[in-house]
């Protein structure tokens, strides 16, 4: 079992960057793949990036992120990324962090541990 905190969330202009981070527990984090999912009010969870088990690894990412958004990780530090640039408000969300053992997958259902979540929002 894994456990995940996320970090970096905050209030920020459209234009700007963010780093989210997501630190996890244990002592196998490079056995699980990871992935970031969002949530708007009021709308569905969004799968926005993922990033398979290895540093460096292989990425996926939604087309509402692609360019702007860069997930990596840190299997020595237990840590996964979200770079975030270019912010638009579109991307406010509360952002989650989550893992799955074995190979990433390209959707949230897929996905077993979640962090609580982290806020960002964006503004105009």
């Known amino acids: 079992q894994v456990q995940l905190v996320e970090s970096g969330g905050g209030l920020v202009q459209a234009g700007d960057s963010l780093r989210l981070s997501c630190t996890a527990s244990?002592?196998?984090?490079?056995?699980?793949?990871m992935g970031w999912v969002r949530q708007a009010p009021g709308k569905e969870r969004e799968f926005v990036a993922a990033?398979?088990?290895?540093?460096?690894?292989?990425?996926y990412y939604s087309d509402s992120v692609k360019g702007r958004f860069t997930i990596s990780r840190d299997n020595a530090k237990n840590t996964v990324y979200l770079q975030m640039n270019s912010l638009k408000p579109e991307d406010t969300a509360v952002y989650y962090c989550?893992?799955?053992?074995?190979?990433?997958?390209?959707?949230?259902?897929?996905?077993?541990?979640w962090g609580q979540g982290t806020q960002v929002t964006v503004s105009s």
């Open positions: 990033i398979s088990r290895t540093t460096g690894g292989s990425t």
């Open positions: 244990g002592r196998t984090f490079s056995s699980y793949a």
């Open positions: 989550a893992a799955r053992a074995g190979p990433y997958r390209q959707t949230a259902e897929s996905y077993d541990y």
